[in-house]
């Protein structure tokens, strides 16, 4: 048997571990988002244990050009690797880069100050499936021996979509899993992929089913129809019964049911992607309390993003920090403001018929709705368009900058098939003088205003014969 392969970023690791240890004044900017939230946090409890002093920032990655650096050591997390750094190079100041995007430079690239940037691409890994931001920075934690706080690793790399393409964690996200099974604050389960595990009675979760339009697709009485048919309960007693409440024999007979609808309703090319599309790992934290929003950890990156998009992510970062009291209900709100809010624009965009088909993709105008979850928004509405073509959203930017932000989402099958809508909504938005990226699944595009109508043609004629 061939040993474990040892991590190839251990001695980078170990060169960033005595660079904490000898700082006594710290700075940390962590990125606005699940995982950079999650990063930071948890760079923040490490701190912490170690009597270290520091502060810590959330922020986008257009903030960074405004930074000063006045700190002894600083931290990025999550981002850096994607952004010129050049003035931070500097003799009296020390910095340490945790990323896992694509950087911009090559290892070790300034070398006039003491400068430690660590990236799995550098190694050969893929920061977009092997580690999250998040995961980064629990190989430094752990080089430290707190090996608990590698469940947070987990929760960032959910956060940060990495399993969407197989349902499960992979690479270093893998051995990140298995220090948190062995050391008992999570479990792995191989189980049905709806979202709402702890939180959303069953048939509630169901009817959000939104990879293909089936006919319980957004109608909670089919849902309930469906589940009578089958023998599944509803209720216990007077609650409504959650996923997580299944036997795995009513679990099994749910999945050959949707199995069944899928195969009614998707082409012939995509039948053998959906088991996948209906199964894959979830993972729940054995600390939570069961029925919470923080057991499950899709459900605790949804509510983590609430608080980044309704811009408190130190809400998030005391719950990640240990509060369950007072920081958990501020996050309780935030989420039902989230939620309300979320609502609101999907009945606007509804209302008003503002999906537009194209030949091979649908758009909408999302004008009235924020950038920061015009992604969301065209996520949920996908459901109500037609699921065989991706959904683009796009809004002002806003915040007092030019241009549009451009979201795209579509069902988990065309990814499958092949189709890696981050690449290609690069190439589309260069060609429009614009910026984008992101995962096959979900992805987005920072364009200049005017070039809408350019941008969407180019994308939909690109997508002929590939969808
Ligand atoms: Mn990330």
Known sequence: MVESQENPMNKALSKAHEMVEKAEDIKIYSHIDCDGITAGSLLSLMLDR?????????????????????????????????????????????????????????????KKCEFLEINPHFYNMDGSYEISGGGMTYLLAKTFGFYDLSWMGVLSAVGDMQ?????????????????????????SINDLSIYGRQTRPLFVALSYFGDVNLPITNNKTECILMLNKLGIPTKNGRKNRSLCDLSVEEKSTLFS?????????????????????????????????KYSPLRDASEFSTAVNACSRHEHPEIAMRVLKGDRALALDDMDDLAREHKRYLAQKMDWVREEE????????????????????????????????????PIIGFTEIGDGKDGLKVSLRCSRLLAYN????????????EKVGGTGGGHSVACGAYIPEGSTEAFLNIFDESLNGMI
């Open 50 to 110: 170690l009597g270290k002093e520091h502060e810590i920032e959330f922020i986008s990655l257009d903030k960074i050009d405004d930074l000063k650096t006045t700190n002894e050591l600083t931290i990025f997390s999550d981002l850096g690797s994607g952004q010129n750094l050049d003035k931070f190079c500097t003799s009296s100041s020390k910095v340490l880069v945790l990323d896992h995007h694509p950087p911009l430079r090559e290892m070790n690239h300034y």
């Open 163 to 187: 399993n969407s393409l197989t349902g499960k964690l992979q690479g270093l996200n893998q051995d990140i899993l298995t220090d948190s099974v062995q050391n008992n604050f999570v479990e």
């Open 257 to 289: 049911e949707l199995v069944r609808m899928l195969s009614r309703e998707v082409p012939p090319k995509y039948v053998r992607y959906i088991p996948k599309l209906i199964c894959g790992d979830s993972y729940e934290f054995l600390n939570e309390k």
């Open 354 to 389: 503002r999906i537009i088909p194209m030949n091979n993709i649908q758009y909408f105008n999302g004008s009235e709705i924020k950038s920061n979850v015009i992604g969301t928004i065209a996520g949920m509405i996908l459901s109500y368009g037609d699921w065989k073509k």
């Open 418 to 429: 092949g189709v890696h809508f981050g690449n290609l909504i690069r190439k589309v938005a």
